[in-house]
């Protein structure tokens, strides 16, 4: 038992010993001390673009035209489904509301294309390298918002037509 308490204390003792080696030390080091940050880049302006903004103005009286003729066309389909109300499929009523619901597929149609052309915009811009162009987010916002309400609109049609 004895020789295991010194066999023990020896080992003990062996933990405390100084290391003979040079080990790196722990402090910072001076590329730990640099700043290693994105450097901040002003933001690029776009500037004005005579040709762009005539694109922009063109997109945007085609938008504003099928926002205006869209109400009509949802109020004349609303009355062809109200009619075709437990009319059977293929029948004269039922045929009437989905041709006045393809002519809101149609208008929706014309705003998708605006929305695709003002997203060509936009590539074509990012591609050349250029900065964002401010018209074009606003505009591309508001046909996104369109097409969304469009659909909406569209599909409670079809919803309608469906349980009638």
Same mark, same amino acid.
């Given at each position: 038992?004895? #020789?295991?308490?010194?066999?023990? %204390?020896?080992?003990?003792? %062996?933990?405390?010993?100084?290391?003979?080696?040079?080990?790196?030390?722990?402090? $910072?080091?001076?590329?730990?001390?640099?700043?290693?940050?994105?450097? $901040? +880049?002003?933001?690029?302006?776009?500037?004005?673009?005579?040709?762009?903004? %005539?694109?922009?103005?063109?997109?945007?009286?085609?938008?504003?035209?099928?926002?205006?003729?869209?109400? %009509?066309?949802?109020?004349?389909?609303?009355?062809?489904?109200?009619?075709?109300?437990?009319?059977?499929?293929?029948?004269?009523?039922?045929?009437? !509301?989905?041709?006045?619901?393809? !002519?809101?597929?149609?208008? #929706? !149609?014309?705003?998708?294309?605006?929305? $695709?052309?003002?997203?060509?915009?936009?590539?074509?811009?990012?591609?050349?390298?250029?900065?964002?162009?401010?018209?074009?987010?606003?505009? +591309?916002?508001?046909?996104?918002?369109?097409?969304?309400?469009?659909?909406? !609109?569209?599909?409670?049609?079809?919803?309608?037509?469906?349980?009638?």
């Amino acid at each position: 038992m004895n #020789r295991m308490l010194i066999l023990f %204390a020896l080992l003990a003792l %062996a933990g405390c010993v100084a290391p003979t080696g040079r080990y790196p030390s722990l402090l $910072v080091r001076p590329v730990e001390q640099q700043d290693q940050s994105e450097p $901040v +880049r002003a933001a690029a302006v776009a500037s004005a673009d005579p040709a762009l903004d %005539a694109q922009i103005t063109a997109l945007n009286d085609t938008l504003a035209g099928d926002a205006a003729a869209f109400p %009509a066309a949802v109020d004349r389909a609303t009355t062809a489904t109200r009619a075709a109300r437990g009319a059977r499929v293929g029948s004269e009523a039922w045929l009437s !509301a989905q041709a006045a619901i393809s !002519a809101l597929d149609s208008l #929706r !149609a014309q705003s998708l294309s605006a929305l $695709v052309d003002i997203d060509r915009l936009a590539i074509d811009r990012a591609q050349a390298g250029l900065p964002a162009y401010p018209a074009i987010a606003v505009l +591309r916002d508001r046909a996104e918002a369109q097409v969304a309400a469009q659909t909406a !609109a569209i599909d409670t049609l079809h919803a309608q037509l469906a349980t009638a």
